[in-house]
């Protein structure tokens, strides 16, 4: 069964407009955390934000949001002012338990930001 | 920069050949993955090691084998490559300690096999 479920292959936002990134998860352990990288059309994997399963807020990093759903099993990503340089493919990520665990990704949804 | 380097960059090489990837973790991060993204499979975790001893094993095919050397830096070792070997293959680094213990992604090595 899949980890993580990313449903949109591919999401056209104008700038400045906000856009929502869905990612669903499956696990068991009550421990995990839920990342999001954002891979640009360079190749590289940037690391953007964390959500642990016991924290109790949201978490944020600038423009960038996590909208924590535990009883749904939803990690979704919110990137608030989109700007042209948001354009590339956004990665859902779990780790199951506590530590240096691996990471289990989704397949990614494609962002193009028009001016 | 996420202090991962990676090299080579780019790999071209035919089937049946054997190439070795080279990765640097981050100053002081002892966990070391390797994941390969390819477009029918994704990104699937391969192997990690920590401070040497490998740690945990994902979908690595018996063809391809990794190791992690006393100064920390590992490589993944590809033998009687085949077509459908080729994909951008990461290594990353963490700490163990913390909480978040993300995962700083290195640039990536891109293998072709002809």
């Known amino acids: 069964a899949q980890k993580i479920t990313q449903t949109q292959p591919g999401m056209f936002v104008q700038e400045k407009e906000a856009v929502t990134l869905d990612c669903t998860y499956d696990?068991?352990?009550?421990?995990?955390?839920l990342f999001w990288y954002k891979q640009p059309s360079s190749g590289e994997m940037i690391f953007l934000i964390y959500q642990g399963s016991y924290d109790q807020q949201n978490a944020t990093e600038g423009r960038y949001s996590l909208n924590f759903q535990k009883a749904r099993k939803s990690a979704n990503l919110v990137i608030s002012a989109s700007q042209l340089g948001d354009s590339a493919m956004y990665f859902c990520?779990?780790?199951?338990?506590?530590?240096?665990?691996?990471?289990?990704f989704g397949a990614g949804t494609t962002v193009t930001v028009r001016a | 920069d996420s202090g991962v380097t990676q090299t080579p960059k780019h790999l071209i090489t035919a089937t049946g050949q054997r190439v070795t990837l080279r990765c640097s973790p981050r100053?002081?991060?002892?966990?070391v993955y390797w994941y390969q993204q390819s477009l029918d499979q994704g990104l699937q975790f391969l192997i990690q090691?920590?401070?040497?001893?490998?740690?945990a094993k994902g979908n690595i095919l018996e063809r391809f084998s990794a190791q992690q050397f006393p100064d920390l830096h590992s490589e993944l070792n590809l033998s009687s490559l085949e077509l459908g070997d080729s994909a951008l293959y990461f290594c990353?680094?963490?700490?163990?300690?913390?909480?978040?213990?993300?995962?700083?992604f290195g640039p990536g090595t891109r293998l072709t096999v002809l």
């Open positions: 696990t068991s352990d009550p421990s995990y955390g």
């Open positions: 990520a779990m780790r199951e338990g506590q530590g240096d665990y691996k990471l289990s």
């Open positions: 100053s002081g991060d002892l966990s």
């Open positions: 090691y920590y401070n040497g001893e490998e740690r």
């Open positions: 990353a680094s963490s700490v163990r300690t913390g909480i978040v213990n993300e995962q700083f």
